[in-house]
Each structure stands twice: as structure tokens, then as C-alpha cells.
């Protein structure tokens, strides 16, 4: 894969976490995944899988007459790539600004401060 960022849209995402958790899987297993929560047709998630596939993020196994999807990016390198155009586009490239603003204007609880807490003193003592 470049070193193209990786633009994926909310529907894209939500394709991508069913294959993160249920690894390769054929068009209609990701449809039956995503019923609950996206009444997508069968079409639509046919199409979704290929334009992924063109974007490089999957890769298809063929079986018998069954494609099956699987990613070739982990759903780490996707976020960490969506982090960085977030900073670029918000933070002029910096990831400080953001983790400060963060930090400002959201609610966190005393587990999750002590856990981020504990990530900076780990970090700082490398």
C-alpha cells in the first residue's frame, strides 16, 4: 500500500470494522452484519466492498464463485491515518493542539485521565 492517506467515509468505516472483527468475509456475511444497524441493500454493500477494494484497503479471494473481502490495512494504520489528516486539516499538522483541545472540551472520566496519565509518563520515559 502507499503512503497515500486512507479517506474512508462513515459508511466505509462501518464496512471496514465488520471485516477488522469478522476477517474475510463475502459480500451478503458483511451485509447480514451491518442489518442491525444499516438496512443496506445487498447492491450497496456489494458496490461499498469494491470501491474499497479500488482504494486498496481490501483484497478479494475468490473461492468457488464466492469473492471474499479482507483487509490489508489494520484498523490501527486506518485511525492513525485519520488522526494525521485531522491534524493537518484542524491543527495546521500537529498533534499537541489537538490532544489539548481534546482535553479541553471533552468530558474524561478519573479512570481514563489516570490511563492517559500513565501513557505520557511511559512516553516521556523513553
Sequence with gaps: MSQNPIELTKPEWSIMKVLWEKGP???RNVEAELKNTRNWAYST??????RLETKGVLATDQIGKVTFYRPVITEKKAKR???KQLCEKLFGGSTEPLMK????NEKVSEQ?????QELI???RSK
Excluded at 101 to 104: I, T
Excluded at 112 to 116: D, L, S, V
Design 25 to 27: 468475509s463475502a459480500a
Design 112 to 116: 481514563h485521565f489516570r490511563e492517559i
Design 45 to 50: 454493500v456489494n458496490t461499498m466492498l469494491r
Design 81 to 83: 491515518s485519520a488522526v
Design 121 to 123: 509518563d511511559e512516553r
Design 101 to 104: 483541545f481534546l482535553l479541553e
